[in-house]
């Protein structure tokens, strides 16, 4: 039942990503499955949990089979052009193959294995985990419901899930991916969390092959996948790497948009309108990064007089955010509002926000060289930046979603832990969405671009491949 179940969300996550796009690589296509498909389950559960449908696994499966069928019929619509994809596919070019690129995804391998083994033998025991997102899980699979959880509407709860910080305003996507996992019979929610991983290994070198040499991305997709907090915390089950996941990828697709302006290639952008949408539906704050992408597209439609794309863009982001608060208030779950709406100026505030921040910056143990490599690679490419408008919006959609998060951390009133526990720790989590983003700027900017085209020369036999 448990692989079954797995192939399922797999397979469903494949004929969404071919039915928003046929430009993706078979890597990608792969890379995106388990997440897309997941994504979509923890919806379908919502949907169904509302429509008084109760949650267990012959149900979800079921529901996903309807939707699945959809998608079918509608690549069956569009089967000149999944059938054009799938040749695709048996197009064979000159090997693109040298030692160090076999190294470094030998390397990548060894990475997926060990964690992947760590992440299956260790038992559940962060906190978060442990009395939230596990829990809130475990609670779904036995109970089958989310509006009339015991642990969102019992008396004996109320006071903890009513209180600031609550697990119960989370969006679901983890928590429900776990119970999931748990209806099919699995003894560990991690599991999600494995394949997760895996997913985002593929996913990450797919994109970034679409900019860089296979020994470029190779060697990247390894150091991304090495920064120590962010390694150490995949093979928990908490929201901040697959949170990770979701978001930066989302903000990847968005700048394969921009650059590959081509006809074939415009479907990108509602790849990362999908991918948008779940880190919006893993965490909250995901707000951030949908700002930043809205505001180069707003941007881009100012200059053509065109909103259409901006809006359903928009739209699609923030509906499933929407959507579960709308759930929530419906079936009075609800707990204290921490986020202060109206705009205000604390100086002392402000001031722990970036000394705190700075801090985590350059702590290599947390994040290994990924920023302080950043800083110096953006510093060298400052003459191309100006003159060639070298990776302009990639740079600026890290910066601007770095701001927004931010703002948003400013904005919050601290009534249920002080302000430094939440930077020093939960701050330093959500930067892990960061981490390949600009591990990505660092390997597509144009010096080190420039770099290793010749080091692929160099290690390929002549004819050179493109």
Known sequence: MITIGLIITVVAGILLALSISRCLSLVEVLGLSFPLGIGLQTFLMVCMDWAGIHLTAQTVIITTFVVMAGLGAYLFLQRKQVVEWGRTLFKFGYPTVNWLWLLG???????????????????????????????????????????????????????????????????????????????????????????????????????????????????????????????????????????????SLGILYFVSYFYKKIPSQLSLLWVSAALLMLNNWTRSEGIAF????????????????????????????????????IFLKVHHLESVQVFILKP???????????????????????????????FFVALSNVWNIYKRRDHVVTLFLIILSWLFYTILVYQIDYIWDSILNVLRYSYKRFLFSFVPLVWFYIAVNHNVTWIFNKIDKFLFPPPYPV
């Open 344 to 374: 205000f100026w604390d100086a002392e505030k402000m001031g722990t926000i970036f000394k705190e921040v700075w801090v985590l910056f350059k702590t290599q143990t947390y994040y290994g060289v990924t920023f302080v490599l950043f």
């Open 105 to 247: 995804i030998a390397a990548i391998v060894v990475v997926i294995i060990v964690n992947v083994t760590k992440t299956m033998y260790y038992p559940t025991f962060d906190t978060d985990s442990v009395r939230g997102f596990n829990l809130v899980g475990m609670a779904v699979a036995h109970e089958g419901t989310i509006k009339n959880l015991s642990i969102f509407t019992d008396v004996n709860f109320l006071p903890i899930q009513q209180a600031a910080g609550s697990y119960l305003t989370y969006v679901p996507l983890s928590q429900l991916s776990y119970a999931y996992v748990y209806m099919l019979g699995t003894e560990t929610s991690k599991i999600v969390n494995a394949l997760i991983f895996i997913s985002f290994a593929l996913s990450f070198y797919g994109v970034l092959r679409r900019f860089a040499t296979p020994t470029l991305t190779a060697l990247t997709t390894f150091f991304v996948l090495i920064t120590p907090e962010m390694l150490g915390f995949s093979s928990m089950s908490g929201t901040n790497f697959t949170h990770a996941v979701y978001a």
């Open 290 to 325: 949908i700002g930043a992408a809205g505001c180069v597209l707003l941007w881009q439609s100012i200059k053509a007089k065109q909103y259409k794309q901006l809006i359903c863009f928009g739209l699609l982001c923030i509906f499933p955010f929407l959507f579960y608060n």
